[in-house]
């Protein structure tokens, strides 16, 4: 059983859902992949671990980084579910490229390269909006991309975390939609 609550971010609304032993998604309202992977059969309800990622998001918001963790329980691929820890592991305020990624992924798995592209493919399914920092991860060139959420949603957060932004830009292409 899913339970899921709501959470007011100065970024707009997110919907928040939990199993009883961790976080398994969390979304802003009308983003790309919006309640992926939702139980058909859930139930609105404040549960302990929705509490804690409440509380965590409010310090998060007040631009700290919270000195404490939420359990997390996103559904995925085992592949998907590699590239998340790896995310996990990206330090606030930093940011790491899809190909960086890759290359730690290919030598935990023994190969020689990974796909940039299947990365990205990962990342942008991540059901745990910023509790997994996929907004930290940028193209090779510097530009902002690929964040479910939208590109300004994830220049926002970069900026709440103090990253240095100097060498990053949103393409063109993005700045219009």
């Known amino acids: 059983m899913q339970y899921t609550t709501h959470y007011e971010s100065p970024l707009g609304r997110m919907l928040l859902a939990a199993e009883e032993e961790g976080l398994t ?3 802003f309202e009308g983003q ?3 309640a992926a992977g939702l ?3 859930r139930e609105e309800k404040e549960t302990p671990v929705l509490q804690e990622a409440k509380r965590w998001l409010d310090v998060y918001f007040s631009g700290r980084k919270p000195d404490f963790s939420v359990p997390l329980r996103p559904a995925g691929s085992e592949f ?3 590239v998340w820890k790896i995310l996990c592991a990206i330090p606030y305020g930093k940011t790491m490229t899809y190909g960086e990624i890759g290359k730690v992924l290919a030598g935990q798995r023994g190969l020689a390269s990974m796909s940039a592209q299947a990365v990205g493919g990962a990342v942008g399914r991540n059901p745990v909006s910023i509790f ?3 907004h930290r991860v940028v193209g090779a060139d510097g530009s902002l991309t690929g964040y479910a959420g939208g590109i300004h949603k ?3 957060l ?4 103090g990253a240095d932004l100097t060498r990053l830009f949103i393409p063109r292409k993005a700045e219009m939609s």
């Open 158 to 161: 970069l900026r709440l975390e």
């Open 39 to 41: 139980d058909g059969e």
């Open 154 to 156: 994830k220049e926002w």
């Open 32 to 34: 790309k992949y919006f």
């Open 132 to 134: 997994i920092p996929c």
């Open 25 to 27: 998604g969390a979304w």
């Open 80 to 82: 998907r579910r590699e």
